[in-house]
């Protein structure tokens, strides 16, 4: 996978293999909670 960058509200990356691939993005907000992102190529 490439490096994430920054795309309009998100973020994108290139995958050079993307089945079976498990993608997981944490990130904390302003306010000190913590969000998660997970998906599961298949």
Sequence with gaps: ???LTASGDGF???LQ???GTRV???GRMPDGHTVQ????MS
């Design 1 to 3: 996978m490439t490096a």
């Design 12 to 14: 994108s990356a290139t």
């Design 17 to 19: 293999n993307s089945i």
């Design 24 to 26: 997981v993005v944490t």
């Design 37 to 40: 992102a997970r998906e599961v």
